[in-house]
């Protein structure tokens, strides 16, 4: 006997609600106020556009609000929704000039290309950007001198530092609560939790929808013991949530990290809505003066 298209619809509309709660249930130790962030990036010849679309109407649906932070080539792309995102109230900010590891870049080619891309949005959005990330938290010590090169362009925080060791990138020994470089900018690095004696971003990315309910409930906790509610947030990208997308392969992670990246991508939406239940994310530029207040410098 054929399926009932109906109760079909409702089963899987059911699971997604469990797998929610779920996730709700998991990160209840985090405190009440954070960030969400999204990397808004292309995969592949995907615009990001419609994922992105998806992530404000979650996070609207919710009551809040996110920090976007916009590679350059999307910016060039599609304006239309850079403008988008701020009108609906989110915060625009600059995931760089080019999808690379800083440490691939020279200082001064950064310095032009980060110029060029902040003005950019400048010119989209009748502001220039407050914040910037790296691609792939890629300020590491190979790049110590972006952020002096970020402050003097007019930037006034950075969340770009992994305050771990990482088979991408990673600052072990960075602070892991938000401080500022000798050139003033602050740097707000990104949530590790510890899981045995690797200390793991569990707030996004491959770890978010890879890692166990349990899991995720235990490096919610070690993060909420540790370190001041300021610096909670967490991350995405539109293409987490894209389901229908197919097999990229990323030189950048290989093999079987590109298949991490594109499998069990059914599991991001319901995280990320458990993650905002109970909880309200409010953007980065809402945050600083509390996130600065707390900060204290730190020279590596």
Do not use: K
């Amino acid at each position: 006997m054929p399926r009932d298209p109906g109760t079909h619809s409702y089963q899987r509309e059911s699971g997604r609600t469990r797998a929610s709660d779920r996730a709700a249930r998991a990160f209840a130790p985090l405190p009440p106020r954070f960030t969400f962030t999204v990397d808004v990036e292309d995969e592949g010849a995907a615009a990001a556009g419609p994922q992105t679309r998806r992530l404000m109407d979650l996070l609207e649906a919710a009551g809040s609000r996110g920090t976007f932070f916009v590679l350059d080539g999307v910016a060039r792309r599609e304006p239309a929704l850079v403008r988008e995102i701020a009108r609906r109230g989110h915060e625009v900010a600059s995931h760089g000039h080019d999808h690379r590891r800083l440490a691939e870049v020279a200082p001064e080619a950064f310095r032009r290309g980060m110029a060029a891309a902040r003005e950019r949005l400048a010119d989209l959005l009748g502001t220039a950007p407050a914040g910037y990330r790296a691609p792939y938290f890629s300020l590491t010590p190979a790049a110590a001198w972006a952020p002096a090169v970020l402050a003097e362009l007019g930037f006034a925080y950075s969340s770009s530092v992994l305050p771990a060791r990482n088979p991408l990138a990673g600052w072990p020994g960075a602070p892991r609560a938000p401080f500022r470089w000798p050139s003033g900018l602050l740097e707000v690095p990104v949530p590790v939790g510890r899981f045995g004696p690797l200390a793991l971003p569990f707030l996004g990315g491959m770890y978010l929808r890879w890692l166990p309910s349990w899991r995720l409930r235990a490096l919610a906790a070690d993060w909420a013991r540790h370190w001041p509610a300021e610096g909670l947030w967490s991350y995405c990208h539109p293409y987490d949530l894209d389901e229908a997308a197919r097999l990229v392969f990323r030189r950048d992670a290989g093999l079987l990290g590109s298949l991490m990246l594109w499998l069990n991508r059914r599991s991001t939406a319901p995280r990320l809505t458990g993650l905002l239940s109970g909880r309200r994310s409010e953007p980065f530029a809402a945050r600083l003066a509390a996130i600065a207040a707390a900060a204290a410098p730190w020279r590596p």
